[in-house]
């Protein structure tokens, strides 16, 4: 069998599966509960000041995540609290 030669990110992605670590029922359904209150279900057109939308999209990229992301984030945490 030919052996595939892995580029950097493919290789980290695989040593992460080493990585892998049984969980207990519990802890499989809360994980399961959590990425459930986080699925995104609604779609939400809204209109905002260009200067604020170009501030959100630094921000966003200074944490390395899609300004999309970053602002559904941001409205979670508000409607949390």
């Known amino acids: ?3 595939i030669k892995l580029t950097k990110e493919e290789q980290a992605i695989e040593d992460s599966l080493e990585e ?3 969980v207990s029922d519990k802890e499989y359904e809360e994980i399961a509960r959590a990425i459930a ?3 995104k279900d609604a779609v939400l057109n809204i209109r905002i000041n260009k200067y604020d ?3 959100l999209k630094q921000k966003a990229q200074k944490l ?3 300004y999309q992301t970053f602002i559904a984030e ?8």
């Open 1 to 3: 069998m030919k052996k």
């Open 74 to 81: 941001i409205l979670h945490r508000v409607a949390q609290a």
């Open 20 to 22: 892998f670590v049984p």
């Open 37 to 39: 209150a986080y699925r």
């Open 53 to 55: 939308l170009t501030h």
């Open 64 to 66: 390395g995540i899609r």
